[in-house]
């Protein structure tokens, strides 16, 4: 299933995530810039979570500003169709949880959720050497606060029928539903020992995910998802 786009207007211009949109197409314009043996690689060394370091770090005997990279690494993507993906779901949800927060509280929440959600991962894989990125586990967050605040709002939906495509008006209580589910599902199976996902096969971080969206559904409340004092506005 692939979100196309939403019912709910906005009263306000999402600044942020336009700017967060454009700063993650950017780097990524400079990553393909990177042409060199081992350049790349190296790039994303310095600046993504490798959990083995940041685990020394935590420990005293790494690079003290290891935890940086809970927030830089929320700008790197592993290739178009990373960066692509995320983009669309963060255009698609992050404007109304934006217009519900206010622009600071937003990056805030933003920002906070994607570094919770690379210690989720961290915690699951502490030793691997791998290197971890990309703003999914920070939309993730996203994604819970809007599960939470928009719970009847219809998502526009692409699906596959065969080799037909069809779209559906999807409640997003289903859909960031199933989506959750899935990557807790998956989660649990990568810390399998005979299992060849999640972050040890250099695949897919499912625990940020999973963690980003529990983080979003804690903070987004916190932060002021539900304030009284911002206008109401019905979203069927």
Not at 100 to 115: D, N, S, T
Not at 162 to 184: D, E, K, M, S
Not at 213 to 232: E, H, K, R, T, Y
Request: glycine share 10%; hydrophobic share 50%; with cysteine.
């Amino acid at each position: 299933m692939v979100p196309l786009r939403d019912d709910n207007p906005t009263t306000i211009t999402p600044y942020v995530t336009y700017a967060l949109i454009a700063i993650n197409v950017i780097v990524f314009i400079y990553e393909l810039m990177l042409q060199q043996p081992g350049e790349l690689e190296q790039f994303f060394r310095v600046w993504a979570v490798v959990p083995r370091e940041l685990t020394a770090s935590f420990e005293g005997r790494g690079n003290p500003l290891e935890w940086t990279t809970l927030f830089s690494s929320q700008f790197l993507h592993a290739g178009f169709l990373h960066v692509a993906g995320n983009m669309l779901f963060l255009w698609i949800f992050g404007n109304n949880v934006e217009d519900r927060l206010g622009h600071v509280k937003y990056l805030i929440f933003y920002l906070a959720c994607g570094a919770l959600a690379a210690l989720a991962q961290w915690f699951f894989s502490s030793g691997s050497d791998i290197p971890s990125l990309g703003a999914s586990g920070a939309i993730a967050g996203v994604m819970g606060a809007y599960i939470l605040r928009f719970p009847q709002a219809r998502i526009l939906t692409l699906i596959p029928l065969g080799i037909l495509l069809t779209t559906f008006r999807i409640p997003a209580i289903f859909f960031l539903g199933f989506w959750f589910v899935q990557q807790a599902f998956y989660g649990i199976v990568s810390l399998g020992p005979a299992t060849n996902v999640g972050m040890e096969s250099g695949g897919v971080a499912y625990w940020a995910h999973a963690g980003g969206f529990v983080f979003g559904a804690i903070l987004g409340p916190l932060l002021g998802l539900f304030n009284s004092n911002s206008p109401d506005r019905s979203y069927q």
